[in-house]
Structures are given as structure tokens and as C-alpha cells.
């Protein structure tokens, strides 16, 4: 595939809040802040047809467990990645208030590089509990390695488990049965110690297996509560 030299900026529905009028409201205001350049170019990917019948019980279903159906899932990576498709993008930026969405994207990256990385940050502090926060994570790396049952057959290109690199600042809070899961795919973990003083661990693991392109996946309220204090999930005493 010939890639063409731009940026493809994807702007995705806020899935919590189903086929509503403000559905889209928090990624297209990222957008908004996030800086453009001459050689991008912004695309709204659409609501699943999935989603536009939900009930409202459905949705809160939704909201309560922080998952995705295997349907909407799906729905959307075929949405995105007919999207990734036609543009045939250099370099990929996802919007969205869900990070399991933006998987289609790192999925087209690494069937354009054979060097690709995924660096996750999970630096926030979510209001949630381990059990639900660590299942979602879990669920992320099978689908992305192929190891998922339930979407088997849709990731284009399985990534190497080694190839995926999580820091996150509850890496001390994992459920035993999350942290066999994770032990036994092999991936690679580090708590927010490896930001702190300097990003040598990180550094590393990209110099150990020779990477030269990354997909990073960044959450805006990693970048400290002082500097961002209002979010979908925030602390009790930023409230």
C-alpha cells in the first residue's frame, strides 16, 4: 500500500452517550485544542449502526461495566478501518473517550511498519475499581495480539506481546487473575516510576527490539490533576 504523507486526525463519537445530540462533544473538543498542520486532515468516524437502537438501560449497562460490546466493537474498527482505507494515512491520531477504539488504528500502523511499538500510559487515576479498570486492559492486549475468542478474525495483523509496553500508575493494583493473564501474554509493565526521574526504561525497551515507529496512547488527564481537573472519570477530592 502507498501511504500518503499526511496526518489523518480521527474524531470519534462519545460511545457513553449513544446516538444523543452530545455524543462527540469531548473528542471533537480535543480536536479543537490539539494543533494542526497544512498536511492533515480531520475525520468524524460514525456512530455504529449497533448503537443507534440502544435504550438507555443498555447504555448504563454500558457505562457500569467501561466496555464496549463485542458488536460495537466491532462496529467501529470496521468503521474506522474502511476510513483508514481510503485515506491511507502516514500518521494516525485518534480522538475518543474510549481507548479500546483507537486499536483499529494501531492495527493499520503496524501493517504499514514492521518496527511498530504500542507505548500505553495509564498515568491517571481513574475512579474505578481494579477489577473493572485491569479486565478492560486485558481484554486490549488479547484483542490486540489476536488472542481474543470473542474477535477472533478481526485484527488485520497481530502485534508481538513483547512489542507492548503499559505504564501505569496502579500497576501494583492488579487483580491475581489480571496479573496471571498478563504474565502468561508476556507483556511488558512498569509503574510511573519509569516517567519520574527520566524515561531510560522506556528508552530501552524501544533500543532492545530495534523499534523506530511508536503508537503512543496518551490519556489528557495524564498530564497531572493540577493542570486538568474536570474528566468523564476524575478524583473525589478534585469534585
Not at 485518534?94 to 483499529?104: A, E, H, I
Not at 473493572?132 to 502485534?159: D, Q
Not at 508476556?186 to 519520574?196: H, K, N, R, T, V
Amino acid at each position: 500500500m502507498t501511504l500518503n504523507n499526511k496526518t489523518l486526525r480521527l474524531i470519534f463519537p462519545d460511545w457513553q452517550n449513544g446516538a444523543s445530540s452530545s455524543s462527540g462533544f469531548v473528542p471533537r473538543l480535543l480536536a479543537t485544542i490539539a494543533p494542526q498542520c497544512d498536511q492533515s486532515e480531520s475525520v468524524e468516524v460514525p456512530l455504529p449502526e449497533s448503537m443507534l437502537g440502544h435504550h438507555s438501560t443498555d447504555l448504563m449497562s454500558a457505562q457500569a461495566s467501561n466496555l464496549l460490546t463485542e458488536m460495537d466493537f466491532r462496529g467501529f474498527y470496521t468503521a474506522t478501518r474502511r476510513i483508514l482505507d481510503e485515506k491511507k494515512p502516514a500518521r494516525v491520531i485518534t480522538f475518543s473517550t474510549d481507548g479500546t477504539v483507537t486499536l483499529c488504528s494501531t492495527d493499520y500502523l503496524h501493517e504499514q511498519y514492521q518496527d511498530l511499538g504500542l507505548l500505553w500510559l495509564d498515568l491517571h487515576q481513574e475512579h474505578i475499581t481494579p477489577e473493572r479498570f485491569w479486565r478492560k486492559r486485558v481484554i486490549v492486549t488479547n484483542a490486540l495480539t489476536g488472542g481474543c475468542e470473542e474477535l477472533s478474525g478481526l485484527i488485520h495483523k497481530p502485534m508481538d506481546r513483547e512489542r507492548i509496553l503499559y505504564v501505569c500508575r496502579q500497576a501494583d493494583e492488579i487483580p491475581p487473575g489480571d496479573r496471571r493473564e498478563f504474565q502468561h501474554q508476556g507483556i511488558s509493565m512498569a509503574g510511573s516510576e519509569a516517567l519520574e526521574a527520566d524515561s531510560r526504561k522506556i528508552a530501552d525497551w524501544i533500543r532492545s527490539l530495534g523499534l523506530r515507529h511508536l503508537s503512543v496512547h496518551v490519556d489528557l488527564d495524564s498530564v497531572g490533576a493540577a493542570d486538568l481537573r474536570s474528566g468523564i472519570l476524575r478524583e473525589e477530592n478534585l469534585r
